[in-house]
Nanobody, 123 residues
Framework: QVTLVESGGGLVQAGGSLRLSCVAS??????MGWFRQAPGKEREFVAG?????????DYANSVKGRFTISRDSAKNTMYLQMDSLKPEDTAVYYC?????????????????WGQGTQVTVSS
């Protein structure tokens, strides 16, 4: 059973930055992704990265140009650098792992999930 553990969440002012980390217990996923869920809303795709060669990435339009997803395969760790944060970025952020070969935006394609880390952006 793959275990994912997120860290790095917190409270930040609008315009600030945070870096989230996700450590996997083992390398069992071809694709890793970040999702977020705000109160009363559905869990939504934020960004994804292929752990295969080339490290292909995909971003939701709402975060494109502000967030950067990356990975360190040697450490089984994935990161989400979040810059120019906005109050609407406030949510619980989840790390997820997929067995697909290509990045998917549907949460149902990800069988592995972390416990989540809270990100709060104040105005």
């Amino acid at each position: 059973q793959v275990t994912l553990v997120e860290s790095g969440g917190g409270l930040v002012q609008a315009g600030g930055s945070l870096r989230l980390s996700c450590v996997a217990s083992e390398r069992a996923s071809y694709v890793m992704g970040w999702f977020r869920q705000a109160p009363g809303k559905e869990r939504e795709f934020v960004a994804g990265i292929s752990v295969l060669s080339h490290g292909k990435t995909d971003y939701a339009n709402s975060v494109k140009g502000r967030f950067t997803i990356s990975r360190d395969s040697a450490k089984n760790t994935m990161y989400l650098q979040m810059d120019s944060l906005k109050p609407e970025d406030t949510a619980v952020y989840y790390c997820a792992g997929s067995l697909l070969m290509n990045i998917a935006r549907q949460k149902t394609e990800y069988p592995y999930w972390g416990q989540g880390t809270q990100v709060t952006v104040s105005s």
